[in-house]
């Protein structure tokens, strides 16, 4: 199930941006049998433009659910001019996504900032389908996200 949505994940966020890149991983605990995996695919508005808006899609199975969390992140340069988080949160309501906003700062030193990011993530599960009709109602919600990143992305 993983490969299939990360495979109609390409084709819908490539419709609404451009794939910068997508990252399979498989994680081996040392204190345990667990082994995990996880799907990362990255989205922006445009190739190469490191001051812009970047997504970055998360996918992890849950093995005894047969499902499949999908987590969106998009995270946003705070240069001037940028909204503040207020204003964010009132955009992000238009696009119908309920998501949590952390505010991120990198410092050099005291005083001495040099990065601030607004993160904004949301997710949900997707249930493995089991018929035709749910293999749709999984493809609208794919679809779905697809024009909610490529609008969040130009936000």
């Known amino acids: 199930m993983l490969s299939m949505l990360t495979e109609q994940l390409q084709i819908h966020l490539g419709q609404v941006g451009v794939i910068t890149n997508l990252l399979v991983r498989t994680e081996q605990s040392l204190y345990s049998d667990e082994e995990s995996h996880e799907v990362e695919i990255y989205v ?3 190739e190469g433009a490191w001051d812009k808006p970047l997504a970055t899609i998360h996918l992890y199975p849950l093995a005894e659910e047969e499902a499949v969390e999908i987590e969106a992140e998009i995270q946003y340069p705070v240069v001037d001019g940028s909204p503040d988080r ?8 238009l696009v119908g996504v309920e998501a949590a906003i952390t505010e991120k700062h ?3 030193g005291p005083q001495q900032m040099v990065e601030s990011v607004l993160v904004l993530d949301f997710h949900f599960v997707v249930a493995s389908p089991r018929s035709a009709e749910e ?5 609208g919600q794919l ?3 697809a024009r909610q990143i490529g609008t969040l992305l130009r936000l």
Request: glycine share 0%; charged share 40%; net charge negative.
């Open 86 to 93: 207020s204003l964010l949160f009132e955009r992000v309501t």
């Open 44 to 46: 922006a508005e445009e």
């Open 135 to 139: 293999e749709t109602e999984v493809e």
């Open 143 to 145: 679809m779905r996200l």
């Open 106 to 108: 990198r410092f050099l």
